[in-house]
């Protein structure tokens, strides 16, 4: 045999000795994630199905989970009354139904008091005061401990800046206008109505206009311009009201079935994580952009009466929250832990925003020319 034989019968048998020890190499290697199967996560909510805002914060929230997991996680949305109503998203979670959930936590106050401090308290925090006690202040290690008790990791994921006083058929003016009133108002801000003789609900967001149009409700709050816009308020109400006393800063929020969360990577738990807090962000900048032109709407297109609540009315409902938040207090030692962190750090915002943010916003309503 020639040694050009025996050089090409070499590199022949070489080749097939490698090809097959390549396959082995590779059979040894993990296949992508995506091949070895993805591992889809439910998320109720409490909003309507790509509600604006509130909804499709939710499914972006998602996408972000889902895109950015490489193909480990997928996240799949059920609007409020797909799989569960919407007020029983969080015991879905808690209970292992769902993985998920998307809403407001005082919407879970009959669980625990201390829940409405994690969403909105009249006369509270801002946005981005609640971010400020939320993640540098103690706030999310208390939510934590309040949260583990029910089997849910919380997290901030929205936020809807300063939230509107309401739709009314009468114009408020004084306390007794509140008196008999029938008013949709969730929170610790239905307990204060309460306290000056309104008779205040909650009812979830899909159930608010059908109200309104059957005179079971009187007046409803709800979000702001462009929210309340998208619900058609202006068809069956006459007045609108600013500003909202009950909801300075509403953080959305997204809980996770503790177990769930316990069994993810670490890897998985920082994508979550991160996504939450881009979606904080992102959420309140959409809601910042979008309520000035749905104002403009409701002003000159749909020729919607705004009011200013009254100083006298605001003082008055300024003293029945801060009595309300601290009977609350009251409830059990978390709760009192819960509510003295959250007045020690508003004390210091409040001191500190007469120097800041507040200071700036009195400056820029003076009657220079700017353009």
């Known amino acids: 045999m020639s040694k050009f034989v025996k050089r090409r019968s070499f590199l022949k048998g070489a ?59 997928s996240v799949k949305v059920y609007a409020a009354g797909e799989l569960v109503p919407p007020f029983e998203s969080f015991d879905a979670v808690s209970q292992g139904t769902a993985d998920l959930y998307h809403g407001a936590e005082y919407y879970w106050q009959g669980k625990s008091k201390a829940f409405n401090f994690f969403a909105a308290v009249p006369f509270g925090l801002t946005a981005t005061e609640m971010n400020a006690w939320i993640y540098h202040a103690g706030g999310q290690e208390l939510w934590d401990e309040l949260g583990a008790g029910f089997n849910v990791k919380p997290f901030m994921s929205g936020n809807t800046g300063v939230q509107w006083g ?14 008999g009133l029938k008013m949709r108002m969730p929170g610790l801000g239905g307990e204060v109505l309460r306290r000056v003789g309104a008779a205040a609900v909650s009812l979830p967001g899909g159930e608010i206009f059908p109200a309104l149009q059957a ?91 705004v009011l200013r609540t009254p100083n006298e009315l605001l003082n008055a409902l300024g003293d029945a929250s801060g009595k309300v ?47």
């Open 166 to 179: 309401g739709w009314f058929n009468k114009e408020i003016n004084a306390l007794e206008d509140f008196k």
């Open 215 to 305: 005179g079971t409700i009187d007046a409803t709050e709800w979000v702001g311009p462009w929210n309340d816009l998208a619900f058609g308020f202006y068809k069956v109400t006459k007045y609108y009201y600013w500003p909202g006393f009950h909801e300075p800063g509403t953080t959305l929020s997204s809980g996770m079935n503790k177990g769930v969360w316990d069994s993810l990577d670490s890897g998985q738990q920082s994508l979550i994580a991160s996504c939450m807090a881009a979606e904080n962000d992102v959420t309140l900048a959409e809601f910042n952009a979008k309520n000035s032109d749905a104002l403009d709407t409701l002003v000159n297109k749909h020729n919607v009466q």
């Open 15 to 73: 080749a097939v000795v490698g090809a097959g020890a390549a396959a082995a190499a590779a059979s040894n290697f993990p296949a992508p994630a995506i091949a070895q199967g993805t591992r889809e996560l439910k998320m109720v909510t409490t909003w309507p199905k790509n509600f604006p805002g509130l909804g499709t914060t939710a499914e972006r929230l998602a996408k972000r989970i889902s895109d950015g997991s490489g193909g480990s996680l």
């Open 325 to 371: 938040a601290a009977e609350v207090a009251g409830s059990d030692a978390l709760t009192k832990r819960v509510y003295d962190s959250f007045i020690d750090f508003r004390t210091k915002a409040v001191a500190y925003a007469k120097h800041s943010d507040q200071a700036f916003w009195q400056a820029r309503l003076l009657p220079f020319k700017f353009n």
